[in-house]
């Protein structure tokens, strides 16, 4: 074997470094899209690697759905203080508020739908240019045909017919004014090449990520942590559980796992063993429709 | 473990949705929970066999019409390697989705249907990984099921087909009998063609060499972006940040700036933020100069050993994928790696029809799916190679001004007015 050959990690950093600095090559305004959870934590130690030890070309920017777990908000806060990078907060709320926005109702509102507003209003406030984000291709089947450079319409709109090839590693980020585009430089990575990753550059997580104990509502085979938010019915089975979180999004539509995977070798060998997806077990949006997640994408969100 | 990008070249009718749908199930990477979805949406159910095609098709209009529209990335990895499929649409009026799939792809798995053999659409795909200079392909001559696993049937087909890949100059031409349906030769020998003494097709992907499709003789270093923090610590930091596509920098190496030509040395590689002694293609890397010279985005740089060629006039096999019809004279925007020049292409030496292969000599126009031989001339000079020689710096689109859209795919075959490396076909 040649000493010259990239570990397959190493292919997808480089990669993925790349693409961050096409993105800082190529536009005026950009902005790194932080969600708290696993995936854009990696962006962030991605960029830091493409970028170090200049400061980040974009500032972190995070809309807040006001249904966020504690724990992710208190790691955002902490992870933009210890590198020293600009965070700016947009909060559905506020959205909701000023525009006298509709919530949903029933027993897990979500603020999927919602967000998107608040995205888009961000944007514009600050004329973003290029949004960065950790969506990644395994993740569900509308996904898998996004181009890295995802060109959106003013209104955040996905036209999947009407994608722009995208060829070698070439990137064309040339918009018009008023349109803007969504990256993902980490498209071609899969939940365990995350994970992977992740023990092999060490990068902290939230603690939610592991293995800890909480008070949960059985909801059509799933698990829900109960909150001010979710509605409770004197029939619901709620349970104290040692219970994780595969993915990290609101906690009206992120389900936890029964789990007492407590470091990342255990993580690790739990998702080599299961038989479930990572939206299928835990995103209680997908559900809704064969197309939910292509019908959002259309609609502006990431 | 490292990673092989491939494409397959197919339609539904040949089974390439099955193909995956069976590559992906067999490798145990499709859950539970997406079988169950599959099932859901499956409508005719015979001996209880779920339809593995509906695992590729991404969205609404897709399934609804049981056909593939864009390119979809589907993801699996066995103990060896992971695998990144770019599927692909087959039809004549998606060429420009294979030719985006191919342009990222190390191989491409051409589907045959055992019973029509080598077909026009056969021709026409094999071109395409032809004109993408991929470097392995597997033939895969599927629904063996339907001939009675025929050897003789099949090896008519590998016959055939041999002919197409030395007309087109194809290299590493593997060839396997398989049926997507019912497994065989996918990931286990199949018991059904003792005949056949090659490995399944799932062994061939794992064990084909792509590291040595890597150049590593010839330093290309497109840089991106400068990293200039200007902080008090770090006044003079000046570095130059980018992905070394083909290679080897170290310290002390000689370069050279392109397209200015000023010569420098390599002072300093950085892999990570931190000091290495060496780096290679693939990796994103920072690099420094001993010499204080303006360097900035769109710039190369090049290793002294290994001259790129620069020039502002040079040849391209363009594949068009704008239905606004290309024009000679019209003018675009050419990127090639980080580097943006505007350009006019000149005249069209002749159109190629890919589905019935003929040549149209000195075309009007060239509309969407077209492949052409061009001359483009750029305002400024670009540092480049053919695309035979180095895909890594060959290979260039074409933007329209006035929309931004990717219009043109240009694989560079020659400075102008030197011999020509594409295959008479």
Known sequence: MSAYK????????SEAIHIFREVAGQFERPALLFSGGKDSIVLVHLA??????????FPLVHIDTGHNFQEALDFRDYLAETIGEKLIVRNVEDTIKAKGLTEQKGKLPSRNGLQTYTLLDTIEEFEFDACIGGARRDEEKARAKERIFSVRDEFGSWDPKLQRPELWNIYNGRINKGENVRVFPISNWTELDIWNYIRRENIELPSIYFAHEREVLEFDGRLVATNEFVQLHESDVVTRKTVRYRTVGDMTC????????????????????????ERGQTRIDDRVSEAAMEDRKKNGYF | ?????????????????????????????????????????????????VDLALLTDGLRAEREQGITIDVAYKYFSTPKRKFIIADTPGH????????????????????????????EQTRRHSIIVSLLNLPHVVVAVNKMDLVHYSQD?????????????????????TYIPIS???????????????????????????????????????GRFPVQYVIRPQTEELPDYRGYAGKIISGIYRKGDKVVVQPSGIESTISAVELGGKEVEEAFAPQSVVLHLADDVDISRGDMIVKQDAPVQVAQEFEVVLCWMSNTPLVPRNRYLLQINSRNVRCVVKELEYKLNVNTLEKELSPVSAGLNDVVKATIKTASPIAFDTYQKLRANGGAILIDETSNVTVGACMITTQASEKPFWPEI
């Open chain 1, 6 to 13: 990239l570990d397959y990690l190493d292919q997808l950093e």
């Open chain 1, 48 to 57: 830091l690697k493409a970028f170090r030890p200049g400061k980040f070309p």
């Open chain 1, 254 to 277: 992120t389900a936890a796992v029964e789990s007492s995977a407590s470091t990342l070798d255990d993580i690790i060998n739990e998702i080599i063993a299961t038989n479930t997806s």
């Open chain 2, 1 to 49: 473990m490292d990673i092989l990008r491939f494409l397959t070249a197919g339609s539904v009718d040949d089974g390439k949705s099955t193909l995956i749908g069976r590559l992906l199930y067999d490798s145990k990477s499709i859950m539970v929970d997406q079988l169950e979805a599959i099932e859901r949406s499956t409508k005719n159910k015979e001996e209880g066999r």
């Open chain 2, 92 to 119: 004549i009026q998606y060429t420009r989705n294979m030719v985006t799939g191919a342009s990222n792809s190390d191989l491409a798995i051409i589907l045959i249907d055992a019973r029509h053999g080598v077909v």
């Open chain 2, 153 to 173: 049937k099949y090896n008519d087909i590998v016959i055939d087909y041999s002919q197409v890949a030395a007309s087109l100059g194809l290299k590493n031409v």
């Open chain 2, 180 to 218: 997507a349906l019912n497994g065989d030769n996918i990931v286990e020998k199949s018991t059904s063609m003792p005949w056949y003494d090659g490995g399944s097709l799932l062994s061939v992907l794992e064990t084909v060499e792509v590291s040595e499709d890597i150049n590593l003789t010839e």
